[in-house]
């Protein structure tokens, strides 16, 4: 069946960075673009990043552009975020999702990943 799990979240100090992993499972990876998305408690899903099936296109919200980096390696079935300068408000659960379009948009991704807590603070 088809599976996205998360992994690599935790706690960090302010400026510090981490690497969240999607493993992707039960599909053909390469045929489905990937979003990254955030919830915070009390604030609305935000789509952080999204990286194109071929890995040719990617995007980032205003609010993480220049501190992290979206990239996916097909051929191990893996879709990573890279987060650097981490800010306190960078706190949330993280969730990987598949698309077979290229978007931000969440109504698009049917399947889900259990989500990662990924804490800034000091």
């Known amino acids: 069946q088809v599976q996205l799990v998360e992994s690599g979240g935790g706690l960090v100090q302010p400026g510090g960075s981490l690497r969240l992993s999607c493993a992707a499972s039960g599909f053909t990876l390469d045929s489905f673009a990937i979003g990254w998305f955030r919830q915070a408690p009390g604030k609305e899903r935000e789509g952080v990043s999204c990286?194109?099936?071929?890995?040719?296109?990617?995007y980032y919200a205003d609010s993480v552009k220049g501190r992290f980096t979206i990239y996916r390696d097909n051929a191990k079935n893996m879709v990573y975020l890279q987060m650097n300068s981490l800010k306190p408000e960078d706190t949330a659960v993280y969730y990987c999702a598949r698309s077979l379009l290229f978007t931000i948009a969440p109504h698009p991704y049917d399947y889900w990943g259990q989500g990662t807590q990924v804490t800034v603070s000091s």
């Open positions: 990286i194109a099936a071929s890995g040719g296109n990617t």
